[in-house]
């Protein structure tokens, strides 16, 4: 029986790392990834000859080194992640209790056929069927999450795993095993049927929660460009309408400068022709960019600027191409913009403007935004963000530049000195950004 034990264990511990491995986002090169999964399963397999082995009559010993296993292998899945954030935490505790399924499979066939070849075929095989099916089945949904910032914090999602880890070793481990209690056999059996159950349940749950979310935030997006194209056919219809008037008025003027001409009345017809570029400035159409699109929220934002007095001065450049996706750049821009503006409010002139650069070549993007800001600003300790200062429900378009950010593998610097924010997205791209 102490076989069993040992090669159960080692296998668990190897498909644990294969699980991770599989199911979070790199931090480090394949290489490195897999050097790092293998000293940490070696360290565990060490552990687990000791407390099965040498210190076998020790329960004790058993507990610590248990709970010393878990440290190593939560902390392996944090440390191989790119994101060290919650959702790692709960893959790496989610792959905790997939591979203990296989450990008590194993207990199940020895004490039923009391065969070692069955017991550990049958974890063998049951580690592989589980590792299989949930990466066909939620491997996507496990890989989006990781790379979206729109969802909560999962720290309380973390409580499943946990609870059903310890559920599962109560019943099945310590302090008294299956050998010891067979009885518990058909519980293990309905509990690890429950929790697989559970999980997949949650995870599509959540998964459309999260898609509807974002599908809410591309229609308030359109909505946002629907209205910018409508601003933009409006001062369009405007000024074609108002030169249709300057260009019927020309012959007027036209014979007024000949009379001022015949009585050399010079300064009267600067005056005049002073009058005639003013019409023609005011009805000229601002176009910040190439592209449709942004160009179109640009619009919207210097509107929105205008009607709250603030100075909103833009240095862009956009052509009509660009290697990133349109339309979240545009509700990038947005976000950032509004939340200046926002940020404008309560300051009193000539303090309220916004220097906004905004570049995006084949090569890099830029955005650096810069503002007054007078109230206190308080940073996310995780993200560096700035947090909302509007309430519940307030935060989310941080979030999504956050997003968009991490998408394009881009970095946001945000700062705030002597009464004036700044924040600033770069990203550099590659021939495969899209």
């Given at each position: 029986?102490?076989?069993?034990?040992?090669?159960?264990?080692?296998?668990?511990?190897?498909?644990?790392?294969?699980?991770?491995?599989?199911?979070?986002?790199?931090?480090?090169?394949?290489?490195?990834?897999?050097?790092?999964?293998?000293?940490?399963?070696?360290?565990?397999?060490?552990?687990?000859?000791?407390?099965?082995?040498?210190?076998?009559?020790?329960?004790?010993?058993?507990?610590?080194?248990?709970?010393?296993?878990?440290?190593?292998?939560?902390?392996?899945?944090?440390?191989?992640?790119?994101?060290?954030?919650?959702?790692?935490?709960?893959?790496?505790?989610?792959?905790?209790?997939?591979?203990?399924?296989?450990?008590?499979?194993?207990?199940?066939?020895?004490?039923?056929t009391g065969s070692v070849f069955a017991a550990i075929a049958g974890n063998l095989a049951m580690h592989l069927v589980i590792l299989l099916v949930l990466f066909c089945k939620i491997g996507n949904i496990f890989h989006q999450f990781c790379e979206r910032d729109l969802a909560k914090s999962w720290w309380g999602l973390c409580l499943i795993p946990i609870f059903f880890f310890c559920s599962f070793s109560c019943i099945a481990f310590f302090p008294y095993t299956l050998y010891e209690h067979p009885e518990n056999i058909l519980v293990s059996i309905f509990l690890m049927i429950t929790m697989l159950v559970s999980?997949?349940?949650?995870?599509?749950?959540?998964?459309?929660?999260?898609?509807?979310?974002?599908?809410?935030?591309?229609?308030?997006?359109?909505?946002?460009?629907?209205?910018?194209?409508?601003?933009?056919?409006?001062?369009?219809?405007?000024?074609?309408?108002?030169?249709?008037?300057?260009?019927?008025?020309?012959?007027h003027y036209s014979m007024m400068i000949s009379s001022l001409l015949d009585q050399a009345e010079y300064d009267e017809i600067r005056n005049?022709?002073?009058?005639?570029?003013?019409?023609?400035?005011?009805?000229?159409?601002?176009?910040?960019?190439?592209?449709?699109?942004?160009?179109?929220?640009?619009?919207?934002?210097?509107q929105q600027a205008q009607f709250l007095h603030i100075d909103l001065h833009l240095d862009?450049?956009?052509?009509?191409?660009?290697?990133?996706?349109?339309?979240e750049l545009a509700m990038v821009i947005a976000n950032l913009l509004e939340n200046a503006l926002f940020g404008l409010e309560n300051i009193?002139?000539?303090?309220?403007?916004?220097?906004?650069?905004?570049?995006?070549?084949?090569?890099?993007?830029?955005?650096?935004?810069e503002n007054e800001c007078e109230a206190e600003i308080h940073f996310d300790s995780l993200t560096g963000l700035p947090k909302s200062r509007r309430g519940k429900g307030h935060g989310l378009g941080m979030q999504s530049v956050q997003a968009f950010s991490d998408k394009l593998g881009g970095n946001i610097d945000c700062s705030c000195e002597n009464n004036r924010f700044r924040i600033i997205l770069f990203a550099k791209f590659t021939p495969h950004t899209a």
């Open positions: 029986m102490i076989y069993v034990k040992d090669i159960s264990y080692m296998l668990s511990h190897v498909f644990f790392m294969v699980f991770i491995y599989l199911f979070s986002i790199h931090r480090y090169s394949k290489g490195k990834t897999i050097g790092i999964c293998l000293a940490a399963s070696l360290v565990m397999n060490v552990l687990d000859y000791f407390k099965l082995n040498l210190f076998a009559d020790s329960p004790l010993f058993y507990f610590f080194s248990t709970i010393a296993q878990i440290a190593v292998a939560q902390f392996t899945g944090l440390f191989i992640s790119k994101k060290r954030d919650s959702k790692m935490l709960f893959i790496s505790l989610s792959a905790s209790n997939y591979v203990i399924v296989g450990s008590i499979t194993a207990s199940i066939l020895y004490i039923l999980y997949v349940a949650v995870l599509r749950y959540l998964d459309s929660e999260t898609r509807q979310a974002e599908e809410y935030w591309k229609n308030v997006m359109f909505e946002s460009y629907i209205k910018g194209l409508e601003s933009q056919n409006y001062l369009v219809e405007q000024s074609e309408q108002n030169l249709k008037i300057l260009r019927h008025d020309m012959r005049i022709a002073g009058h005639i570029s003013e019409v023609i400035d005011e009805n000229k159409v601002n176009r910040y960019c190439e592209n449709l699109i942004v160009n179109s929220i640009l619009m919207k934002m210097a862009v450049l956009i052509p009509k191409q660009i290697p990133v996706n349109e339309y009193a002139r000539p303090k309220q403007y916004v220097d906004a650069k905004i570049h995006c070549t084949q090569e890099y993007l830029l955005i650096d935004i």
